[in-house]
Nanobody, 122 residues
Framework: QVQLVESGGGLVQAGGSLRLSCVAS????????MGWYRQAPGKQRDLVAR???????YYADSVKGRFTISRDNAKNTVYLQMNSVKPEETAVYYC????????????????WGQGTQVTVSS
């Protein structure tokens, strides 16, 4: 049973910083990509940032230069450092583990966390 548990969400003022964490637990052999998505009320879930096991990163244009994604492969943990946050970034932030294998020969799967609320006040 694989679980992704996010933490670090909360209320922050515009221009402030917040750090999100996500731990993937269970019998995990490897995880290809880990990432963060966000979904505001009434909107679709969008990719914010993603990182591969080798450290290659991708950022949505809207967060480049302000957000930093990092990862601890040994701990199956991914972080999102959010700086200079904006009110329009208020959303539920979801952790995603993509290409997760339980065993060397198992089929890669994708898993989601339950989400953590980030509210940016103006």
């Amino acid at each position: 049973q694989v679980q992704l548990v996010e933490s670090g969400g909360g209320l922050v003022q515009a221009g402030g910083s917040l750090r999100l964490s996500c731990v993937a637990s269970g019998s995990i052999f490897s995880i290809n990509r880990m990432g963060w998505y966000r979904q505001a009320p009434g909107k679709q879930r969008d990719l914010v940032a993603r990182i591969t096991s080798g450290g290659a990163t991708y950022y949505a244009d809207s967060v480049k230069g302000r957000f930093t994604i990092s990862r601890d492969n040994a701990k199956n943990t991914v972080y999102l450092q959010m700086n200079s946050v904006k009110p329009e970034e208020t959303a539920v932030y979801y952790c995603n583990a993509d290409g997760l294998k339980l065993y060397p020969d198992s089929y890669p799967m994708a898993y989601w966390g339950q989400g953590t609320q980030v509210t940016v006040s103006s």
